[in-house]
């Protein structure tokens, strides 16, 4: 079992930038690939970055690439979400989740088997 808990997010104003982390328990997760995900009221949980552990390599939704990064330190067992020049629309809740099975598809939330509780990002004009 794994538990995940996001901290990091809050109110800031357009432009500004936010670090969100994901601290995992239970056990390690330096072998399991990480994702990135946020809902808005009345829409669906959207993709919105993710990186593998073997290699790397990172993915990002085409709406947050360039401002966000995703990262890992795995000796602190913990997944972070730089988010740089934030704009109202990245207002939403934001998940960590992590994968156990290999998957080639990492945008989808079905891919994943363990999800944190959810930070709230604002983002106000």
């Known amino acids: 079992q794994v538990q995940l808990v996001e901290s990091g997010g809050g109110l800031v104003q357009a432009g500004d930038s936010l670090r969100l982390s994901c601290a995992a328990s239970g056990r390690s997760i330096s072998m399991n690939d990480m994702g990135w995900f946020r809902q808005a009221p009345g829409k669906e949980r959207e993709f919105v970055a993710a990186?593998?552990?073997?290699?790397?390599?990172?993915y990002y939704a085409d709406s947050v690439k360039g401002r966000f990064t995703i990262s890992r330190d795995n000796a602190k067992n913990t997944v972070y979400l730089q988010m740089n020049s934030l704009e109202p629309d990245d207002t939403a809740v934001y998940y960590c989740a992590a994968e156990t099975t290999w998957t080639p598809i990492l945008t989808r939330p079905g891919s994943y088997d363990y999800w944190g509780q959810g930070t709230q990002v604002t983002v106000s004009s």
């Open positions: 990186i593998r552990w073997s290699t790397g390599t990172t």
